[in-house]
């Protein structure tokens, strides 16, 4: 199972993009999920955290901006990102806990990345 985060592209500042995260195959259910960007030169941080039940956190940078949300029946996670910085460019990528399998265990996954680059 891969997780495929998508909807990246480029905008200018003040801009707004909306990313999906979703399994490459059938799963019985996806769990927690987190939200994560690598900026140049940068570690990979935490931008936003949903847990199944819609409890979300977000990184103080983007409070207020980004709106992590789900759908758990589809076993998607988005991240609608608005009034975007030149400061928010970088790939990002969602992790998630997934159960493949009924009555199988859970595994956290990472998603190939998506590329946001917003010009000031």
């Known amino acids: 199972v891969q997780l495929q985060a998508s909807g990246g592209g480029s905008v200018q500042a003040g801009g707004s993009l909306k990313l999906s995260c979703a399994a490459s195959?059938?799963?019985?259910?996806?769990?927690?999920t987190g939200w994560y960007r690598q900026s140049p030169g940068k570690l990979r941080e935490q931008v936003a955290r949903?847990?199944?039940?819609?409890?979300?956190d977000y990184a103080e940078s983007v409070k207020g901006r980004f709106t992590i949300s789900r759908d758990n029946a589809a076993k998607v996670a988005y991240l609608e990102m608005n009034n975007l910085k030149p400061e928010d460019t970088g790939v990002y990528y969602c992790?998630?806990?997934?159960?493949?399998?009924?009555?199988?265990?859970?595994?956290?996954?990472w998603g190939q990345g998506t590329l946001v680059t917003v010009s000031s």
């Open positions: 949903i847990n199944y039940w819609g409890a979300t």
């Open positions: 195959q059938r799963i019985d259910s996806m769990g927690a």
């Open positions: 992790n998630a806990n997934v159960r493949i399998r009924p009555g199988g265990r859970v595994d956290a996954y």
